[in-house]
């Protein structure tokens, strides 16, 4: 370990202790609740927060509202106000375990931070820890990982539960009642954000080498956790609408068949993260099918019908096949139009 490495920890360890020193002069309340924040959030760069400290901001959520709501306060403060790359992972991280395992006020509050919740609401998008090559790359985590918190919070709001809560189940057979019951353009919604899901995932660092880090070996295995949630999720969707494939219209087929594309598109990537460990091959087996049925009623429907791009437009778009009759996307077809005499 060089010099400017051990000291860099000596100033994390400094820092940590001065803000729990100055957390216990301030009132009671905000007192104990910082010193569970900042316990949980060091600057240490590998050690995950322990579950002891896990657990302390988790019975947070136990008290009051107003307990509850400081205490995400706190958190996202810290999380703000850091410019440290450790930092911020783990205030993600705490995050995402209340999102997992908090209690519903803890979820609740999180969610609406700072009065709603919303696309980048973290506001994570330009974190650079510029310290040293390491933390340059630990930032294009904390990047990563805001956006998987993010988009977490997103589902809840569609589905109307947060994606622990479909892990049991009781609660999978009553998900698969409720989307029974949908409307074609709310269920292809739910689509759209959980295959969204996937594709941030996917996008994830191409700094694999620091999963030998301990810490972003954990922050994986949760992503890992809600990743399977959401392969549940799509397949009870996927499922639904290969049923409804025959009364679909030749825009649903087309925006079916995109959500397919996106979601097959991702799996090698997915494959390389989690080491094959959710391969789930039944739902890549569901999605294919489900694809082939999509393209042979597109085929049924007009298999190079032309789609007006607008009244004024020259150029209309053609739907594509390969020869397998695998959808390939959209061609744009120039027309000439003769003048009337």
């Not at 360890?13 to 100055?22: A, E, F, G, N, Q």
């Not at 739910?190 to 620091?210: A, N, Q």
């Not at 120039?334 to 009337?340: D, E, H, K, Q, R």
């Amino acid at each position: 370990m060089d010099h400017r490495k051990k000291l860099r920890i000596l100033i994390g360890l400094l820092k940590d202790k001065t803000s729990i020193i100055k957390a216990t002069l301030s009132t009671k309340r905000i007192s104990k609740i910082k010193i569970a924040v900042i316990r949980a959030t060091t600057h240490d760069a590998s050690t995950p927060p322990s579950d002891k400290c896990i657990a302390a901001v988790l019975s947070l959520g136990q008290g009051s509202r107003p307990v509850t709501c400081t205490c995400i306060e706190v958190l996202m403060d810290r999380l703000h106000s850091t410019k440290n790359a450790s930092v911020a992972l783990k205030c993600l991280f705490i995050m995402h375990t209340i999102i997992s395992r908090g209690s519903f006020i803890l979820k609740d509050q999180l969610s609406v931070y700072p009065s709603f919740g919303g696309r980048n609401f973290l506001n994570l998008s330009m974190f650079r820890d510029e310290s040293d090559p390491e933390r340059w790359d630990l930032s294009s985590w904390v990047r990563w990982h805001a956006a998987i918190v993010e988009q977490n919070l997103t589902i809840s709001r569609f589905l109307g539960h947060y994606l622990c809560s479909s892990l049991i189940a009781t609660k999978n057979k009553g998900e698969e009642k409720r989307v029974l019951a949908l409307l074609n353009r709310d269920l292809f919604d739910e689509m759209d954000v959980l295959v969204d899901f996937v594709e941030v995932v996917s996008e994830f660092p191409d700094s694999l080498h620091l999963l030998k880090n301990n810490l972003i070996y954990e922050i994986v295995r949760l992503v890992s956790e809600d990743y399977r949630s959401v392969q549940r999720e799509i397949s009870i969707r996927v499922m639904e609408l290969g049923e409804r494939i025959p009364s679909l219209s030749y825009s649903e087929l087309t925006q079916l068949l995109g959500n397919l594309k996106r979601s097959e598109g991702c799996k090698e990537r997915l494959y390389l993260l989690f080491a094959n460990r959710n391969r789930n091959d039944a739902l890549w087996k569901l999605v294919g099918e489900t694809r082939t049925k999509a393209v042979e009623m597109m085929k049924e429907k007009g298999e190079t019908k032309l789609l007006k791009m607008g009244s004024d437009s020259s150029e209309l778009t053609q739907i594509r096949f390969n020869s397998d009759g695998r959808w390939m996307g959209f061609d744009s077809v120039a027309l000439t139009v003769s003048a009337i005499q």
